[in-house]
């Protein structure tokens, strides 16, 4: 393990990689190639990782409003988290991708979401991963049987109706995700309109790892909100609710807990703009 809980080497994976309490979950995509993720995992994944893709498994289908990538039909996810052998309260799931935690920060969020706490993220990514020579197979795992049982969390996350109501409370604190250009409204090259919601503070997620893509450290991730911390509510957008959780984490790791996700954040707020 690293110095939190919530991130863990490969190291320490290799070593539990067989552990029957742990199950290994790719998060790997591309927003610019949605194929491309489950693509990479079939050709060459960590040894029994299982697969979740971020537009069928952990979102659910785009509408008018509710942002571009909403949540998913949790019972369902449950469904397929079961069939993959995690147990409520006993399996240690560790999630990876190869985006800076983009995705698998956004599985790490609804399985606690969702009431399982016991959800770590391996640090560096595939590409760390790799870098150590550790194995990699393009076997597929096969089912394993487990039960997920759902114990909703409802306060960590919220809609347009409440962003509006609390956005402007004197100990709110509304935190924007995207790289300062787009927060500045200075380009947008996903949603229709560019901008920020009025009152939003900017923290860019990429600024959770440093330059090799590795988590900073837990005093690091303190210093980072070290001017919010003292609020008494945090609400983490992005552009459609998924690297927002990425900042997520690391407010948990600066011991800031109890920040919550707007689930549909700019791609919702700006779809009432249209």
């Not at 001017?227 to 998924?242: F, L, M, R």
Request: proline letters at 5%; aromatic letters at 8%.
């Amino acid at each position: 393990m690293t110095d939190n809980s919530l991130i863990i080497s490969s190291e320490w994976l290799v070593a539990n990689t067989a552990n029957p309490q742990v199950v290994i979950i790719d998060c790997r995509f591309s927003l610019a190639d949605p194929e491309l993720g489950e693509k990479q995992y079939q050709e060459s994944h960590i040894p029994g990782a299982f697969y979740l893709d971020l537009n069928r498994d952990i979102a659910s289908a785009v509408g008018a409003h509710g942002g571009r990538h909403p949540l998913p039909n949790i019972e369902e996810l449950a469904d397929k988290l079961s069939a993959i052998g995690i147990n409520s309260a006993e399996t240690l799931v560790v999630a990876y991708d190869d985006s800076r935690l983009a995705f698998a920060s956004r599985l790490w969020w609804l399985l606690r979401y969702m009431g399982h706490s016991k959800v770590a993220l391996l640090d560096g990514g595939f590409s760390a991963w790799k870098a150590t020579g550790y194995p990699v197979t393009n076997t597929l795992s096969e089912p394993r049987e487990g039960k997920l049982v759902v114990k909703l969390q409802p306060d960590m996350a919220v809609d347009i109706e409440a962003v509006k109501e609390r956005k402007d409370l004197p100990n709110t604190v509304l935190v924007d995700s995207r790289e300062s250009e787009r927060y500045e409204g200075l380009r947008e090259p996903i949603d229709p309109i560019a901008g920020h919601i009025p009152g939003a503070v900017n923290y860019p997620w990429q600024a959770v790892t440093d330059e090799t893509r590795k988590v900073r450290s837990t005093s690091e991730q303190k210093q980072r909100w070290a001017e919010v911390e003292t609020a008494e509510e945090i609400i983490v957008y992005c552009g459609s609710g998924v690297t927002a959780c990425v900042n997520l984490l690391s407010l948990e790791i600066a011991g800031i807990p109890d920040a919550k996700l707007y689930v549909g954040s700019w791609s919702d707020w700006c779809s009432y703009q249209l």
